[in-house]
RNA sequence: GCUGCUGUAGCUCAGAGGUAGAGCACUCCCUUGGUAAGGGAGAGGUCGAGAGUUCGAUUCUCUCCAGCAGCACCA
């Protein structure tokens, strides 16, 4: 028999015969790590203790105390757990997938009848009694014959055709809780008494595509979440309790920011609060690329077909576009419109107008484009996808040499903004070149090149999504993150060569000759409706006091200070803050109230004391604690927190 | 768009085959109160829209619309 050389962390090889598995070698280590042992890492990949190891490797014994093993197992034994509970109370139910996702796990299952959330109970009690059994949990390895005979036989036509799409034709590993079977990866736990039976929860059930292909069928989707200990699944429901406080539709109720209705679904009807945080991040917008080098421009919301035509969004998303049909009388035929769904093609109108120079380059066109999309009625969501919305939209027409300090200008523009507005994480993604795909390798590998070195030189993180990249450039996406984890694209950064091609945008070189410029397009929030919604959660609704709409409101504590109210006001509108009087019959404590659940940053109450020392009683949004400070002193501080940052 | 769920007062929700209720918000009165809800009275609803079953529908059935969760989509 062979030998092999497992290292462990500490350094220390041990020697043993090939084939030893892992829940060996821990018990050959001490006899209590083999009862706490879970699984191991083997030459950098996760095993079960039931595989054998073959060659030498360096190799870590996991017990329940490594969080990411450990997780990674219970989320994945309870997928099994929670199919067999289903199995099992309904046995005409046929099983698919059911992978590990963050904070728990699903399972897809093709079932006549729907789940209903009692359901979900039922679920759980069963799988509590299976982890109560502690079944024995064995695995095989089977060929594919055997493994597509077995499938057959027992009516599981899912898992015949996910043999069919593992590529290759190596043999199938097959995992058994008790008498329960499923196709699997592994690995796996030893049996099911090792899942803690209080520290998981069956969520909700969704639809879901069969392989995510919205052409095939509909499986009933099972979702639950699942840690190491009741502890860590109440911190993480606790968490979820929280985020739902910070829904942006949730808070721009409060707040009385906007609010939607069905005669206009997507779209938002701004109330003068969420308008004021619109146009003053607007503002603050128009300054910022002002600075960057752009010129802004306004192009029509209408504009026939011909050119979306030429542009050949007609061909590709006419049917997500709103069309506009107008009947002339004495027109020969009735015209045909589009709101625009985006800004593109009329920047390169602009360009096109008159004849442009290689001097004029790089010429940077911005514009506050209101876009309507007719977006699929399940993707609507809140004010963050909606179907008319503005992006701060900006093209830049330059040479290809030009793209990577462009590029580079760019982000730093965009890292500027996003840390003003309180973003300091947020994430890159390079996608690269498509499968189908116009223009040479050549100019890919270059433009390509000129994106890469552009971020590497701001020393930023990035993640690649090869293949991501649209059909005529590579781009950078730049995202951010919900209050419930759920993540958004904003900004953009897009290289394309194809645009103007197709719409003749040309540039005289410094050799008189025409030539075709590169077009990237650009947006920095994205929209502004979205950005406002991720501004609002990420802030849980306490905006940063420039943006916020209602900064501060002066409250009488008594009739008596009411003269003064109004010259507390007076005096902080005069210093630049948007302030409001509130001098209503209600006690003291009713007014913080109902101004900390609208989340006014500050509130100001006076009453005899403070009309007598010309001071104000100052209260944060948030804090418990007020002090008392001289009437002039708080409005210069406040006038100068009122101050975009851009301007301070 | 697909699967499932939901739609009752401005908001959060209760209710039942015999034409509707609470709390908060709103209006008025009393109260002048020192930092997250003082007291009283009043007003407010085609029970998402349309059709069907029924003596009778807001309640049951169907269709549509919108919202929510997920999937698919996101130029």
């Keep these: 028999m062979a030998q092999i050389s497992l290292t462990l962390p500490d350094g220390n090889a041990r020697s043993y015969d090939a084939g030893i598995t892992a829940g060996e070698v821990a018990a050959d280590i001490s006899k209590s790590l083999g009862k706490k042992a879970i699984s191991a890492t083997v030459g950098g990949a996760h095993y079960d203790l039931a595989w054998p190891i073959e060659a030498d ?47 728990g796990w699903y399972y897809d299952f093709d079932r006549a009848e729907p789940f209903t959330p ?72 030893q049996h099911t008494g090792q899942v803690p039976g209080d520290a998981f929860k069956l969520m909700s059930i969704a639809g879901a595509y069969w392989r995510g292909d919205s052409d095939r069928a509909m499986l009933q989707r099972i979702y639950g979440v699942a840690f190491t200990g009741k502890e860590k699944l109440r911190a993480h429901l606790n968490m979820l309790e929280e985020a739902a406080k910070r829904d942006h539709r949730k808070l721009g109720r409060e707040m009385d920011l906007f609010h939607m209705q069905e005669e206009a679904p997507g779209q938002i009807f ?39 035509e030429a542009s050949g969004h007609w061909d590709k998303y006419q049917e997500h576009m709103f069309i506009v049909e107008v009947e002339e009388e004495h027109a020969k035929e009735k015209a045909i419109n589009a709101l625009k769904p985006m800004n593109c093609p009329c920047h390169v109108q602009i360009f096109n107008q008159g004849l442009k120079s290689y001097r004029d380059l790089p010429l940077r066109l911005a514009e506050f484009g209101s876009c309507s999309r007719y977006e699929p009625s399940g993707a609507l969501h809140g004010i963050m996808r909606v179907r008319g919305f503005t992006q701060d939209d900006g093209h830049i027409f330059c040479t290809e040499d030009q793209i990577e300090a462009e590029c580079a200008k760019f982000i730093n523009y965009l890292a500027g903004v996003y840390d003003d507005l309180g973003f300091t994480n947020f994430e890159i993604k390079f996608a690269t070149r498509p499968e189908q795909r116009v223009g040479s390798d050549e100019s890919w590998d270059h433009v390509e090149g000129a994106l890469e070195a552009a971020i590497k030189a701001t ?145 100001l109450a006076v009453g005899g004391r403070e009309v007598e020392e010309k001071t104000v009683s100052v209260r944060r949004l948030g804090d418990k604690q007020t002090s008392v400070q001289p009437l002039a002193d708080v409005a210069n501080a406040l006038g100068l927190e009122a101050t975009p940052p851009d301007l301070r």
């Excluded at 300054?287 to 960057?292: F, M």
């Excluded at 752009?294 to 077909?305: A, F, G, I, L, W």
């Excluded at 609002?536 to 009488?556: C, D, M, N, T, Y």
């Excluded at 006001?569 to 210093?575: D, F, G, S, Y």
Aim: some cysteine.
């Design 270 to 308: 701004w109330h003068p609060n969420g308008w004021n945080v619109y146009t003053t991040l607007q503002d603050y917008m128009r300054r910022k690329q002002r600075a960057d080098g752009y010129k802004e421009v306004n192009t029509p919301q209408v504009v026939d077909r011909k050119l979306w």
């Design 459 to 603: 020393g930023r993180d990035f993640t690649l999504e090869p293949g991501d990249g649209a059909f005529y450039g590579p781009k950078l996406d730049f995202y951010l993150t919900d209050a419930i984890g759920r993540v958004w694209q904003c900004g953009t950064f897009q290289v394309d060569p194809n645009l103007p091609e197709r719409l003749g945008a040309t540039y005289i070189g410094e050799d008189g000759a025409k030539h075709r410029p590169y077009m990237l397009h650009r947006a920095c929030l994205g929209s502004f409706e979205r950005f406002i919604g991720i501004l609002i959660e990420e802030h849980a609704g306490k905006l940063p006091f420039w943006l916020a709409p209602r900064q501060v409101v002066v409250a009488s504590i008594t009739s008596d200070a009411d003269d003064y109210v109004v010259e507390v006001v007076e005096t902080l509108k005069a210093a630049g803050v948007r302030a409001e009087a509130d001098m209503r019959n209600e006690k003291i404590n009713y007014k913080v109230r109902e101004h900390s659940v609208g989340k006014v940053p500050v509130i």
């Design 118 to 189: 009692e359901d979900l109970g039922l679920i759980e009690k069963k799988m509590k009694e299976i982890i109560n059994k502690r079944d024995p949990v064995r695995t095989e390895v089977w060929d594919r014959a055997r493994a597509v005979k077995f499938y057959e036989d027992n009516g599981e036509p899912y898992k015949v055709e996910l043999i069919d799409a593992i590529p290759g034709d190596e043999p199938l590993r097959m995992y058994w809780h008790g008498e329960w079977q499923d196709l699997c990866r592994g690995p796996h736990l």
């Design 57 to 103: 490797a360096e190799i870590a014994i996991h017990t329940m105390q490594d969080e990411e093993q450990a997780n990674e197992l219970v989320r994945h034994d309870l997928a099994h757990i929670m199919a067999r509970a289903v199995q099992e109370i309904w046995p005409d139910t046929k099983v698919t997938i059911g992978p590990v996702i963050k904070d």
